[in-house]
């Protein structure tokens, strides 16, 4: 138990999960069905990176505007955000397993919508049923987990939910290189997200309601059914016993409070345990987008072609590369976060995230000062009213030929046709048009409009990786678990959902801003804009959330009750009290 300070968790190791799991694995069964739904959080992420490549591709609106690619992307967002609050409502009303049946048939919904979409926004509509899903799925996936694992593995098997985000992050962008020279490209990528939701939909069909949840409803029998098949013999009745106090202090709680959503609102807000829970909560999600990653997820092969890669299909290889790094991450964090601690992961993973992001930061800034400079001759020369508007050397004199390269080309919103000789080398600044890509095409040379051909790529591929590396095991797949263990069993679904309208708030905020801020800061101080972000993230991290590891949730309710301080500040309260009673 807590008494004053943080328990000692066992020294709970990954092989634990898999000897629990192979004993008894119905528990497995329920973590990889509940889990599908991160896999299809996942894959909604990734595809629409790959996809927005072709879909700019068909409407030409879309390709001359950054604020509707923006918003095709971040439509889900929103979405996410409005089904992460009417998520947590409906955890608590009706249970875990029915909000999840109810994400699976919002997926399939959006899924058709975009696969059959006539217009951008028809396909804006279909991402905002997809977001409607994907926001369910985001708390309920991890929460449901959480509530069917015994404690001493119940890190390790809701981070399965993390690794299969990562892996439908990563399949996804193995279906958009299978769709590549597919005609309906995108329609496809978009439309096989409707495939996972019907597995997932008939699988929990067959599975339980979450064992707590049936408790707090008083179907006793049923939830006791379910703990014998998860728990040992002689450990149903102490999880029983448990289940039984922590549900009674609620009841007692609700009696005072009510049970409206108001009610229930102004109760956890005029509950320190749960507020400290959703400080603790709130600060992870927030954290989580803050350092960028979404960018990266929804943009990967768009900060590929930053780097200086044109072709989408080679962007979309060396996205695969990193989608692929956030899987083998997962995996490392389900071997660790029951062995190390939540709280130990998440700083470490800070810690290198920043060290990412300015390194990151500093390769784009290189990448742009070392751009190809532009051939005055040949970008007036190349062909019929094909110079850049803004391109005028003898007309405006504080921008002559020296001052110009590939870079400030781009943010002329114009094209750089790269030398047929050598690729860093002068080449011609010229007009942004599908018909000038293709004339320099036909001289056998490379078009650029998003990006310039670089010395500097490869180190941005390589630290983009590392970025991924250093985030996945923490940052990654952390915040969820702390979100499933952290809050009161009455309040967990409206914690949960708190939490992820928060999480999805800010990717919102992060993912719609993205391109934007590309396009006024370059990709260099965008970089150095999260790296900001998450040193703040780190110092809140560091300040506000407790470590979990291995803990009951009434062990994590006395934690909270007594309330968390850093090991630094309890060592500086205490020698202040040493010093006031001498």
């Known amino acids: 138990m807590v008494e004053g300070g943080i328990a000692k968790a066992d020294k709970t190791e990954f092989t634990e999960c898999w000897r629990t799991t192979w004993k008894t694995p119905y528990i497995m069964r329920l973590a990889l069905s509940a889990g599908i739904g991160g896999l299809l959080f996942g894959y909604d992420t990734g595809v629409i990176s790959g996809a927005l490549l072709f879909i700019k591709e068909d409407f030409d609106e879309v390709d001359k505007k950054t604020w509707l690619q923006s918003t095709i992307v971040s439509m889900a967002v929103a979405g996410a955000i409005v089904g992460a609050a009417v998520g947590g409502w409906i955890n608590d009303r009706f249970g875990r397993r029915m909000s999840i049946l109810i994400a699976d048939v919002l ?113 006793i029998a049923e939830s006791r059914a379910i703990l014998e098949r998860i728990y040992p013999e002689d450990e149903v009745e102490a999880e029983m016993e448990a289940l039984k106090v922590s549900v009674e202090m609620e009841k007692a709680d609700e009696a005072v409070i009510g049970d409206s959503f108001v009610a229930k609102l102004r109760g956890a807000f005029a509950n320190p345990i749960v507020r400290r829970g ?21 943009y990967s092969p768009s900060i590929v072609q930053f780097a200086g890669y044109a072709s989408n299909s080679t962007a979309m290889a060396l996205s695969l590369v990193t989608s692929g790094l956030n899987a083998i991450g997962s995996i490392v964090s389900m071997m660790f976060v029951d062995r190390y601690g939540r709280r130990k992961l998440m700083i470490i993973s800070m810690f290198g995230i920043i060290t990412c992001l300015i390194i990151l930061a500093t390769v784009f800034s290189q990448a742009a000062i070392h751009a190809p400079k532009i051939d005055a001759l040949e970008s007036t020369t190349f062909a019929p009213n094909a110079t850049c508007p803004a391109f005028a050397p003898l007309t405006v004199p504080n921008a002559p030929p020296s001052r110009w390269n590939c870079m400030k080309c781009l943010r002329s919103e114009c094209g750089f046709c790269a030398s047929g000789v050598q690729p860093y080398a002068p080449g011609a600044c010229v007009v942004l048009s599908d018909d000038m890509k293709a004339k320099c095409h036909s001289r056998g040379r490379t078009y650029f409009k998003d990006g310039c051909p670089s010395k500097f790529g490869f180190l941005a591929i390589v630290f983009l990786g590392l970025y991924i590396i250093v985030y996945a095991p923490g940052m990654g797949t952390v915040p969820w678990i702390v979100n499933s263990e952290i809050y009161p ?8 959902g708190i939490a992820a309208v928060s999480n999805w708030v800010s990717n919102l905020i992060v993912s719609e801003s993205f391109l934007s801020l590309t396009h006024a800061l370059g990709s260099s101080g965008t970089f150095l804009l999260f790296a900001g972000f998450s040193t703040v993230g780190l110092f809140f991290i560091w300040l506000l959330v407790p470590e979990t590891k291995g803990l009951q949730f009434e062990e994590v309710e006395k934690l909270l009750e007594v309330g968390y301080k850093p090991s630094l500040l309890r060592r500086k309260n205490k020698a202040k009290d040493v010093v006031d009673t001498a």
């Open 489 to 496: 069993l009455r309040y967990r679904g409206l914690g949960g």
């Open 278 to 298: 959703l400080a603790a909560g709130v600060t992870v999600q927030v954290a989580q987008q803050f350092v960028g990653i979404n960018t990266v997820m929804y």
């Open 107 to 219: 997926f399939l919904i959006g899924a058709i919508v975009m696969a059959f979409a006539p217009a951008p926004w028809v396909i804006i509509i279909g991402r905002i049923f997809v977001g409607f899903g994907v926001g369910m799925a985001s708390m309920t996936s991890p929460l449901y987990i959480s509530e069917a694992s015994p404690a001493r593995i119940r890190g390790a098997l809701v981070s399965t939910n993390g690794l299969l985000i990562t892996g439908g992050q990563f399949f996804s962008y193995l279906i958009n290189l299978a769709f590549v020279h597919t005609p309906g490209t995108w329609r496809w990528m978009l439309g096989v997200a409707g495939v996972p939701a019907i597995v997932q939909f008939v699988l929990m069909l067959s599975l339980p309601e979450s064992p707590r949840w049936l408790y707090r409803k008083d179907r």
